[in-house]
């Protein structure tokens, strides 16, 4: 079962900004608790980039097409630890308000740091699969 998005998702990437929702501790630094949920302003980046910036070890061996990234360079903004699982949206359309989950928090390094960006499981690489299990008899 198709999708309908094609190869869309791809060239949106490179245009627009993403914001990430998800409870505290988004924002680097932050220390007082809420039970309100956060949201942060992201740039993306293509995995050619986070390929040059992201460093090697043992564990990482490079980005893979079901990954993507998304942070700021010059820090200070990111996913941080517990946020595993929150999605990354995007408004390709921001008078529309139509927000499309276009990744889905995974890791990264050290929270917010300069040249860091996290790591996200890119959702259009198993469109097919949710398809089929939010869809079963289509």
Known sequence: MGSGF????DAWEEEMSSFCTSPPPLIKDTTLP?????MVTLSL???EQCDLITP????????VPT?????????GKDTCQGDSGAPLQVTPQPRI???????????????????QPAIY???????DWIESVVWPDE
């Open 6 to 9: 094609g190869g869309r998702w």
């Open 34 to 38: 809420t039970n309100k949920l956060q």
């Open 45 to 47: 980046y293509s995995n």
């Open 56 to 63: 090697r070890n043992r564990h990482w061996d490079g980005f």
């Open 67 to 75: 990954q993507m990234c998304a942070g700021e360079l010059t820090g």
């Open 97 to 115: 308000k139509i927000h499309y989950i276009m990744g889905v928090t995974s890791f990264g390094g050290r929270c917010a740091q300069k040249g």
């Open 121 to 127: 499981t890119r959702v259009s690489s198993y469109l």
